[in-house]
């Protein structure tokens, strides 16, 4: 419809001919029906040529935003600031408290701990010990409180975000402790399977539980968790990459594929790192950190969509089948 009647105000400009004035001899109806015939034929010539390459513009538009529906989503990261993190630090849980800091439970027996820790130096400016046995895995904070998980126990701990103080344990119903992370109002869990449980932080019961899937397949080894703008970002144990899980369906709608941070570690000489693990959100300046198992650094990090056709197998690079082996 507009083509139409974009043609038919063409037409109509070009039917005053200036040549019809200012060329005085020969036939001059003559004349001017040629120039007429001639100008109405590029107009139209014009026309057409615009018209397909509307058509084609606008057709491959659909085509991209077509496919892109299909298509995984799917994010590579930037690096916008580096920060010094704890090489000695097993991360397994990290989240952003405000003013610069963050705080984090580490792993392994003997070595277990919940820290506040500056974001800007990398020092620790207080710390928890935990006992021998305990091996400290997700950390969240739901007001004045930190909630945290252990590795092999249904027990966790509470703890006072001011003086780090471990004031009451509690048990829970999850098959094993592995993420922790709120929205404010439940506490989320993961245990290493594919369950992403939703636990009321009074009781620590569980009130929701949801198969995380990512195009009909379930996704294990959902390790540290960190609630990001009404999304669930889970660390896929054993893998470089990020699930970012819809909490209303358990739904996997996008990867963060992050796989050159352990590289240029890895290159960089740092042969005792461990996998990446730890996601923290300052909500405020929409920050996201991002760190890993005894890597000398902490990451801010931006994502950006990857245009070019990815050709990987996100099943296989992300790793969801179940491992079989026992964890570290
Ligand atoms: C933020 O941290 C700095 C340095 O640790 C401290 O001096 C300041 O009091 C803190 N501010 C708030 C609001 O906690
Ligand atoms: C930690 O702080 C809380 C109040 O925020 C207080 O009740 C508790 O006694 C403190 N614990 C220690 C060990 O200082």
């Given at each position: 419809?507009?083509?139409?009647?974009?043609?038919?105000?063409?037409?109509?400009?070009?039917?005053?001919?200036?040549?019809?004035?200012?060329?005085?001899?020969?036939?001059?109806?003559?004349?001017?029906?040629?120039?007429?015939?001639?100008?109405?034929?590029?107009?139209?010539?014009?026309?057409?040529?615009?018209?397909?390459?509307?058509?084609?513009?606008?057709?491959?538009?659909?085509?991209?935003?077509?496919?892109?529906?299909?298509?995984?989503?799917?994010?590579?990261?930037?690096?916008?600031?580096?920060f010094?993190?704890?090489?000695?630090?097993?991360?397994?849980?990290?989240?952003?408290?405000?003013?610069d800091?963050?705080?984090?439970?580490?792993?392994?027996?003997?070595?277990?701990?919940?820290?506040?820790?500056a974001l800007q130096t990398?020092?620790?400016?207080?710390?928890?010990?935990?006992?021998?046995?305990?091996?400290?895995?997700?950390?969240?904070?739901?007001?004045?409180?930190?909630?945290?998980?252990?590795?092999?126990?249904?027990?966790?701990?509470?703890?006072?975000?001011?003086?780090?103080?471990?004031?009451?344990?509690?048990?829970?119903?999850?098959?094993?402790?592995?993420?922790?992370?709120?929205?404010?109002?439940?506490?989320?869990?993961?245990?290493?399977?594919?369950?992403?449980?939703?636990?009321?932080?009074?009781?620590?019961?569980?009130?929701?539980?949801?198969?995380?899937?990512?195009?009909?397949?379930?996704?294990?080894?959902?390790?540290?968790?960190?609630?990001?703008?009404?999304?669930?970002?889970?660390?896929?144990?054993?893998?470089?990459?990020?699930?970012?899980?819809?909490?209303?369906?358990?739904?996997?709608?996008?990867?963060?594929?992050?796989?050159?941070?352990?590289?240029?570690?890895?290159?960089?000489?740092?042969?005792?790192?461990?996998?990446?693990?730890?996601?923290?959100?300052?909500?405020?300046?929409?920050?996201?950190?991002?760190?890993?198992?005894?890597?000398?650094?902490?990451?801010?990090?931006?994502?950006?969509?990857?245009?070019?056709?990815?050709?990987?197998?996100?099943?296989?690079?992300?790793?969801?089948?179940?491992?079989?082996?026992?964890?570290?």
């Amino acid at each position: 419809m507009a083509g139409a009647s974009m043609r038919k105000k063409s037409n109509k400009r070009s039917s005053p001919d200036p040549q019809q004035t200012s060329m005085p001899s020969p036939p001059s109806s003559l004349l001017s029906y040629f120039s007429y015939r001639y100008l109405s034929l590029v107009v139209s010539f014009v026309l057409i040529v615009c018209v397909i390459v509307l058509l084609s513009v606008s057709s491959n538009m659909w085509a991209t935003f077509g496919s892109d529906a299909q298509f995984d989503q799917l994010y590579t990261i930037e690096v916008v600031n580096e920060f010094p993190h704890d090489p000695n630090a097993f991360t397994q849980g990290l989240l952003y408290g405000g003013n610069d800091t963050l705080f984090e439970s580490t792993g392994l027996q003997k070595h277990s701990s919940v820290r506040k820790v500056a974001l800007q130096t990398g020092k620790i400016e207080s710390l928890q010990k935990m006992k021998d046995s305990d091996f400290g895995e997700g950390l969240t904070l739901l007001g004045k409180r930190l909630f945290q998980v252990t590795w092999l126990e249904k027990t966790g701990f509470i703890y006072d975000r001011n003086n780090l103080s471990n004031f009451k344990k509690f048990t829970h119903e999850m098959q094993d402790g592995w993420g922790l992370a709120t929205d404010g109002n439940v506490l989320f869990g993961s245990d290493g399977t594919s369950t992403l449980y939703q636990l009321d932080p009074q009781t620590l019961k569980v009130v929701r539980k949801q198969v995380v899937k990512y195009k009909g397949h379930e996704v294990h080894n959902l390790n540290e968790l960190e609630y990001i703008n009404n999304e669930v970002w889970a660390n896929v144990w054993q893998s470089d990459c990020i699930a970012r899980i819809s909490p209303k369906d358990g739904t996997v709608h996008a990867w963060v594929l992050l796989h050159k941070l352990r590289e240029a570690l890895l290159i960089a000489g740092k042969r005792d790192i461990d996998v990446l693990n730890g996601i923290a959100w300052d909500r405020d300046k929409n920050r996201i950190f991002v760190t890993g198992k005894l890597w000398p650094t902490l990451y801010e990090i931006k994502l950006h969509p990857v245009t070019k056709p990815f050709h990987g197998a996100i099943e296989k690079i992300c790793r969801l089948m179940p491992a079989h082996f026992a964890k570290p």
